[in-house]
């Protein structure tokens, strides 16, 4: 006899006959139309034994595939973000503002704002390889043609599965016996004729021979998105681009106004701020005389400025083979390759004047051939060798980022019965991913070739460094930096380039899981699990920005190495190579090298090799073994308990347990009251483990220094205010983050109501030990407190004892390493109901989403003040996730109405409303862009339409229309004009009314 998964394993296995009981108990699992055609295994998401829903402590919320397409024709993630239980989301609109720790572009899924990397994500049960730096899984990596249904835990699930599983977990789980072939074509674009988009997908399945099945999918999804902030009318002008002002005060409460006059930058170069600038001719001219509309502009109607979405572009070709191996035992072998590409528009590249601590100084000499007469004898007059440059680069271009995603997996596993009572599984899961995140920004060493322009004595205007250095740079355009748009194309490509990170994530692990019954209660048999699994992760992260490229592991600068690669630039000529040779050697110091070199900047700062983003490497692997046991006991009919544990084993940070409790228990046969306790863990990812050292300058307030170096005279803030050396990096010695959550809910299914379901569950997650960096000033000021004893102290490096309170033992190094030190706490209520009736001649099913958020607070360390986010908005930049709303309510409400062939679904989704800052700030109630800083509850309305046609109905066209009432999002504060969409994009949709036309089929 083949193997059989309807075998009759008693309390283990539930046939079909039940799926109606699983679809309302847990958490109402929505389906829409769907009929139980036969027989069929259903594994309840969230626990390894609980099989009927019925029975099962924890909250989970099911959506079929197919509620999920009718949502969002486009991606399966996208129809998920709908979901009031996900906050903070990274999607391809995400993208924003970029330095070297931006986060990839992706689909990251966020349950409740605590942080992609808590979400354990999976298919069919098994964990997959992280995509990035975090354990965060891009979700667009998931073959979705196959996906029979998503389960989502809404809470810890750690002792089931393992770490990461904090704030819940999201399973993609497969059809794999599924027979036949299907089709999905569709594609679409916004009403204003942008975000265009197309989809194609197929998969089939079928019987190779006699106890083989092999299931197969391919499946290309394309999105141009919004490529400018100018394609939308709302996104700029007045009322749009707007900044904050006040202190949040009573007295001075906070308000907005546009943006206007100088923030600091110009499209016109300026030679200093609020100094003259150049005209486009090249002439100086006061500031005040350049036209506002090229005053502080970050991107212009011809360069169109930071994008409002990214594009998406993902490939995924999966492969499943079943098999007998005999009578009780079926293997399978499955693999996954999967790519996907993201990109985004952000800001134009920008210069700041040199002495203020950034690498972008800009130079141009009084030998420039760009230089008019006048503004030559301007330089000449001043006594200066140069012009220090500042302004905005919309000529050069836009910097564009890009995240390349490819994602291969290969997986073979074993299961079988022993006998009724008893069976097991065994799995080998390997997974790569290999992601490439491109910055194309400005080169440091090619822009101060380029800038530096003289005339080679026959009247050719070219790159200086070609006649001091000839061979060197042979191919260097000069760039005429005087006015705006004097950029030819040649110099244009010769100063851009891509600074890359290269991140690769390879995970392997072997499972091993028993599962059985041991005896019978009064209510069924009392089933059990146990397992263990062994697990290996490695991260490898490169990249051709690494700051420390010209920096000794001490810190200290190669300046040799430095002094060969720009030899020929000017101030770095034949007599600066002995200068380096003598620093090298220690005999002379830092500063005086600068000044030999001529350079004028900071010396680590000269050494980096792009405008904004260089980013450090890391490396380093995580070995993990655990073991877990977990127990149904179904004490009577009405009363079950849910035990489990588990026992983990970190090569870093030694052993971990984890373990829940739960209850299930129906006093009255319409009422099922569940709970479950749970203690929880994320691992420390191995980026926050090993992250090479990343150094960079930036400004410092030391409160340490109190005196003059005479001794005597009292330090001011201008003598505290000093540059030191940041290092940040990995730190090796982090232990996982764990978090208790408790979860008491109830289920109600009236028997006088046929087909109506209502649940509700509370939660609570306290998450201790939570990763997080202290700021340069939060170190320095517990290290001063505490007289110098306290252990952050290490973390400054002085040149003299902490007791000399004189200049001259101000900061020189501050080392920034993540800590086990935050707190987070969540506390909320889900609300869920669904109702299905006959009316009209057709079908109707209801269903609805509430989320009340009643509590979000955060705290940095235990010295610090506990901050309650719940009903608030932080300004900021959403990809950042500094703004990340936590409305105190938001929902999602779906209608279907079904009959013969056609299907009508209306939906509705409610953003909730929430108030911008913290409790205690004051906004100005008549502020004429935001009053009272209230941010409103918008209400998004969707629409699908599908008819099924065809002798046997197995074809399906098919409409769908998002924001059918096109609302514009409200506007918050931005940091500078053109720079960002200044709305929060994680809540509100910023790309109008969309839709979307296809046809699916099957045979």
Known sequence: MSYNKTSQRRGFVKHASKLSAIALAVSCAYTVADEVKEVEEVVVTGSRVVTDGSQAPTPVTTMTAEALNMAAPSNLPDALNKLPVFAGSNNQNMGGTFNATSEPLGNYLNLRGLDSSRVLTMLNGQRLAPTGQ??????????QL?????????????AAYGSDAVSGVVNYVLDNKFEGLKVDVNGGQSSEGDNESYKVAIAGGFELADGIHVIASAEKYENDGIPHLYDRDWATGPGRQIARSGSGTAADPYTTSDFGGWIGQSVNRCIGIFQDCFDGSGNLIPFFQVPT???????TPDSGGTSITGTLDTERYFANVTFDVADNVEGHVTGILSKSTTTFNSTPNNTTQAGTGYNRSMRVFADNPFLTDSSRQRLVDSGNPYFAITGLYNDI????????????????????????QWSWDATYNYGKSEQSVAFNE??????WAAMDAVDDGNGNIVCGVTLRNPGFMDDCRPLNIMGAYNFTQEARDYVRGDSIKDITNEMKYLNFNMMGELMDLDGGPLSVAFGAEMRQQSLDVVSNSDPAFYTNAD??????????????????DESSMQAALDYEAGLISGPELQALLGTGNVPGFTALRYSSVNQGGAKGDQSITEFYAEANMPFTDTFSANLAARSTNYKTSGDVVTWKAGISWSPIESVRIRATQSRDIAAPTLSLLYAAPNPSFGQYIDSHIKLLNDGVTPATIDDQTIVPLYVSSGNPGLKPESSDTTTVGIVFQPESIEGLTLSADWYSIEIQDAFGNLSPGSIGDQCEQSGGTASVCQYIIRPL????????????QINMVPFNLAMLTAEGIDFEASYSFDAMGGTVDLRGFLNHSISFTTQQTAADAVIERAGYTIPGSPSSGN?????????MFMQTYSTGGLSVMLSERFTGKSKLGLPGQVWDENDANIPGGNLPNEMYVDLNVSYRFGSEENYQAYFNAQNITDVTPPATPGLAPNLTVTTDKMTYDVIGTTYTVGVRATF
């Open 801 to 812: 004892p902490f007791s000399n309170t004189t200049v001259a033992n101000g900061a020189t």
């Open 146 to 158: 196959l996906v029979k249904r998503v389960d989502i835990v809404t809470g810890g699930a750690s």
């Open 555 to 572: 810190a200290s600068w190669k300046a040799v190495k430095f002094v060969q690669d720009h030899m020929g630039i000017r101030g770095i």
């Open 883 to 891: 703004s990340l709303a936590l409305p105190e309510w938001k929902g």
């Open 293 to 299: 509309d090229q005053q502080a502009t970050f991107g």
């Open 442 to 447: 400005y080169k440091m060493k090619e822009v």
């Open 134 to 143: 975090t354990n965060a899984v891009d979700s667009n990596i998931i073959p």
């Open 397 to 420: 271009g836009l910097v564009t980022n890009s995240t390349d995603n490819e994602y291969t997996s290969f997986q073979i596993g074993f299961k079988g019965d022993i006998n009724d």
